[in-house]
């Protein structure tokens, strides 16, 4: 089994992530419906279910650097960074976001993000993969990655296809994607969500991705 390409169904990934959108969906329930996505995109959501966002009145603005393809759906979106967004206090019901904080850069960063998220809606929900478990899922072929220190992770992609854009021979462009990605811990999380629950996502007794929720 595939383990972790989200684009093939048959992946622990997907499977992941389709156990995690039957949480949200409760989630969802339980909050407004302005619904703001932190650095997510509309297909995402689609596996959340269009059907059952217009049929429960969801809008989601999503907050992207990158221009996507939004298709059918009621979404909007907003420009801008996700570590200082221009919304006043209180804008939305609901901030989502599923893997992002771990690549908005320093610690700093991570700070602005999670104030921005605790700040802009009175629920939330952020998903990242856990440091401590041994798969990294952005660099999955190489167990343990993360724990290696920087340049022996950037000599490997230089050198075998282990991330997603395949073999990286440029050193400079191997460092830059090795920075561009700072997973986090547990002990980290709810000192960015203090007022959040956290929830461990585990898989063989281990704890594979961590999940903040404020309801």
């Not at 997907?14 to 650095?39: E, P």
């Not at 759906?73 to 989502?96: K, R, S, Y």
């Not at 610690?107 to 999670?114: K, N, T």
């Not at 000599?155 to 296809?161: A, E």
Request: with cysteine; hydrophobic share 40%; aromatic share 10%.
């Amino acid at each position: 089994m595939p383990l972790n390409d989200p684009r093939d169904p048959k992946s622990l990934s997907s499977k992941f992530r389709a156990k995690r959108a039957v949480a949200l969906r409760k989630q969802l329930l339980r909050s407004g419906r302005r619904v703001l996505d932190l650095g997510g995109t509309s297909n995402y959501w689609r596996g959340i279910g269009i059907d059952f966002l217009q049929k429960n009145g969801f809008e989601i603005t999503i907050l992207n650097f990158e221009a996507s393809e939004l298709g059918e759906g009621p979404f909007t979106t907003l420009g801008g960074d996700a570590c200082n967004v221009d919304a006043p206090d209180m804008a939305f019901d609901f901030v989502h976001s599923n893997s992002v904080i771990e690549h908005v850069g320093s610690w700093e960063r991570m700070q602005m993000f999670a104030r921005e998220v605790r700040r802009l809606a009175p629920a939330y929900y952020v998903q990242t993969p856990n440091w401590w478990f041994p798969i990294e899922p952005h660099f999955y072929k190489v167990p343990m990655f993360q724990w290696l220190p920087e340049a022996v992770r950037a000599s490997i992609l230089q050198h075998l296809p282990v991330a997603h854009a395949g073999r990286i021979p440029d050193r400079q462009r191997a460092l830059e994607i090795v920075r561009s990605t700072r997973l986090l811990t547990p002990a980290q999380m709810r000192r960015l969500f203090p007022d959040g629950q956290l929830i461990r996502e585990r898989l063989l007794g281990m704890t594979k991705s961590l999940i903040m929720v404020r309801d």
